[in-house]
């Protein structure tokens, strides 16, 4: 398995049972053109450092190159396209041909995932606001990569739904993993909840994160002044505070069932 970008070393044996034996030819193929090289090297009566190379510059597009001495042809600047099977000819002057095969496998990271509220809309950075009690549904999206991403959400430091499903395979494929937290608490106000896509330790995971956000009643709420006792004819100062709030509560008085005004 190789990183996409990076260098491949595909290897074929150039040893001969034959004492003295050399190879005269090596051809490289790909086994979805079985017929057309994509490299070779002449060695008909030359040594390696004069050999002749020639390369499929359709395939290859000048990527590639022979190390005659390790007997691995270097692929570099890695693409999704060359994943594939690939078979090595080597011919001799007295030991009969020999076939190596060699199946060559590109990492490609996906793409950054998407998360989208329970009615389909993508969320931004603010994920919310939800009510007290009620039950948060988030799904993340993760197209590409390959192999197929491993697609996790996690709360802070800790991973807290794994079960993704695979709905389309392949490279460009989709993965998606539906989280669900019931019912919500105070607790969860700001929780930074991350969904990860993973496909390989070559590459690094990409990763989305929304921060929770929550609509919370009073906790308490108290009357100061109302503990002194109150004269008539006479002015007196109550005031009424609301904790625990978010966003700020608006606060009414009432006087029996009747609403209370600056004016009144």
């Known amino acids: 398995l190789f990183r996409s970008g990076g260098s491949a070393s595909l290897p074929c044996s150039l040893s001969s049972t034959h004492p003295g034996d050399r190879p005269r030819l090596v051809l490289w193929f790909r086994e979805e053109e079985p017929a057309r ?3 070779t090297v002449d060695l008909r009566d030359r040594s390696f450092s004069e050999a002749r190379h020639w390369s499929d510059d359709s395939t290859m597009e000048g990527r590639a190159f022979f190390q005659g001495a390790t007997g691995r042809l270097i692929l570099e600047r890695l693409r999704a396209k060359d994943r594939g099977v690939y078979r090595c000819r080597v011919d001799f002057k007295v030991q009969p041909t020999t076939i190596s095969r060699i199946e060559l496998t590109v990492n490609t990271p996906p793409e950054k995932p998407v998360i989208t509220s329970s009615r389909g809309a993508e969320v931004g950075r603010r994920l919310g606001p939800y009510r007290l009690g009620q039950t948060l549904l988030v799904r993340c999206s993760v ?4 192999p197929s991403p491993a697609v996790t959400w996690w709360r802070e430091n800790q991973v807290v739904d794994s079960s993704f499903q695979v709905e389309d395979v392949g490279a460009g ?3 998606t993993n539906l989280l669900t937290l019931v019912p919500l608490a ?3 106000l700001g929780s930074i909840l991350t969904c ?4 390989s330790n070559l590459s690094l995971p990409v990763s989305t994160s929304v921060t929770l956000d929550l609509i919370l009643p009073p906790t308490e709420v108290v009357i100061l002044g109302a503990e002194e006792p109150l004269s008539a004819g006479k002015p007196h100062s109550l005031e009424c505070r609301a904790r625990g709030a978010r966003p700020p509560p608006r606060l009414t008085w009432y006087l029996g069932q009747t ?6």
Do not use: M
């Open 37 to 39: 090289p994509i490299y």
């Open 143 to 146: 197209l590409g990569g390959q």
């Open 173 to 175: 494929g989709r993965v």
């Open 186 to 188: 105070r607790e969860d």
């Open 196 to 199: 990860q896509a993973s496909n």
């Open 259 to 264: 609403e209370v005004t600056a004016s009144q």
